[in-house]
């Protein structure tokens, strides 16, 4: 019991800590002090605490401060705990723009771009809450109708309809968790970053430039590099700290 005391006392303490350091934040983006602000937003983080809106003001911030990469990293971060933020869309797209040599790819076929549209809608957390839901409305209509509809053929009309309802789900749950785990991506936050055809400086040839603000995913790593590979395929050697895991 005194255990659980501590436990309550000791978060009533840390929300209350977290809301004093993002109103202090929040005055300091007021009054167009954002190196404080952004020094404030990022102690937050650290202390693990993390939101959509706490993300969407640091973006703001670094913004403000002329650090575009650094408000693309934020602006992803929010959109990842809450893909619905129509201004932090918005905004992402506004400082995405101002990406020098920007990638853009090729616009995916009707069916993609809804299916993207369709997984990128809610979050990974809620995708999962949609399938354990969907799982136990089976289980409970299977028992209704077993129980008090006696109409076979209508129990296997639902039944094929719930079931490739709750397949499709559960298909998009592990395309997502697999682009959130088994893929690693991250944001150059330095402009004009040389990309290595190798991990160490020595011989490797620079290959190319990557500019600040630049999506990549992030495929290898040795010691102090992250072996990179951007939207166009191509593929270098960065020092890790250039980059920003989302």
Known sequence: MRYL??????????SKNFSEKFDIASSHYNASEYSKSIQLYEEIIKEGFHSEYLYYNLGNAYYRNGMIGQSIWAYNRAIFLNPRLENVKYNLEIVSSKIKDRVVLPEEFLLVQVYIKLKSFIAYHEWLMVGSLLMLLIVCFFVFFKLFIFNYSVIKKIKFIFISIT?????IIIDVFLENNEKQFGIIVFDNVNAYSGPFYGDNTILFKVNEGTKAQISQEQENWFEIVILNGDKAWILKEKIRIL
């Not at 005391?5 to 840390?14: A, D, K, N």
């Not at 397949?167 to 298909?171: A, E, S």
């Open 167 to 171: 397949f499709l789900v559960h298909l």
């Open 5 to 14: 005391i501590l436990v309550i006392m000791t978060s009533i303490s840390f």
